[in-house]
């Protein structure tokens, strides 16, 4: 059985292959993932929960940089 996860990255591999094939921005693809994803969690959750969670992956975007609530 598949994980939301797995069916996922499933979906965008083969939109990266359209992607490529077509000859389209990769950017403009991630963009409009994004965009997409909003519109799917706006059937269920509010506008300001959505916001909180994009601001927390926003702010935690670096790889290297620890998060605020980890200790050393």
């Not at 979906?11 to 094939?21: D, F, N, V």
């Not at 990769?26 to 994803?37: G, Q, T």
Request: charged share 30%.
């Amino acid at each position: 059985m598949s994980t939301p996860t797995e069916v996922a990255q499933n979906a965008i591999a083969a939109g990266l292959k359209e992607i490529e094939k077509a000859g389209l921005s990769e950017d403009a693809f991630a963009r409009a993932l994004i965009n997409e994803a909003i519109g799917i969690s706006r059937r269920t959750r509010s506008v300001s929960d959505i916001a909180s969670e994009l601001e927390f992956i926003a702010e935690n975007l670096d790889d290297d940089q620890e998060y605020t609530f980890m200790r050393p």
